[in-house]
Nanobody, 116 residues
C-alpha cells in the first residue's frame, strides 16, 4: 500500500525555520520525481518545489526560491523541504506528492503556521 507521510510542520515566528519530511513506502521511491505543494486557507493548492528521482534536477516556485531547499535521501525513502526566512504568507498545509508533472500519489499534509 502506497503511503506518503509528512511531518515537521508547526507554529513558527516570522523569520524562523522548519524542516519538513515526507516518508514514502509502498512504491519504488527512487524511481519517482518528488514534489512539495502547499494550500493556504481559501486558496488552491500550489506547486512549491520538485526534485528528480536521483536529485540532479530541482525546480522551485518563485515564492520559494532563495528561501526553501528540497532534498531527498533515497536510502531512507524520504524527501525533505527546508523552510527558511518564513513569512506569514507561507502559512499553509504542505503536501508531498510522488510523480511528475502531476503527482500520482499524495500525502495528507502537514500544517505550517507562521506568526508575526
Amino acid at each position: 500500500q502506497v503511503q506518503l507521510v509528512e511531518s515537521g510542520g508547526g507554529l513558527v515566528q516570522a523569520g524562523g525555520s522548519l524542516r519538513l519530511s515526507c516518508a514514502a513506502s509502498g512504491f519504488t521511491f527512487s524511481g519517482y520525481y518528488m514534489n512539495w505543494f502547499r494550500q493556504a486557507p481559501g486558496k488552491e493548492r500550489e506547486f512549491v518545489a520538485r526534485i528528480s528521482s536521483l536529485g540532479g534536477i530541482i525546480a522551485y516556485a518563485d515564492s520559494a526560491k532563495g528561501r526553501f531547499t528540497i532534498s531527498r535521501d533515497n536510502t531512507k525513502n524520504t524527501v525533505y523541504l527546508q523552510l527558511n526566512s518564513l513569512i506569514p504568507e507561507d502559512t499553509a498545509v504542505y503536501y508531498c506528492g510522488a510523480g511528475s508533472p502531476t503527482p500520482r500519489y499524495w500525502g495528507k499534509g502537514t500544517l505550517v503556521t507562521v506568526s508575526l
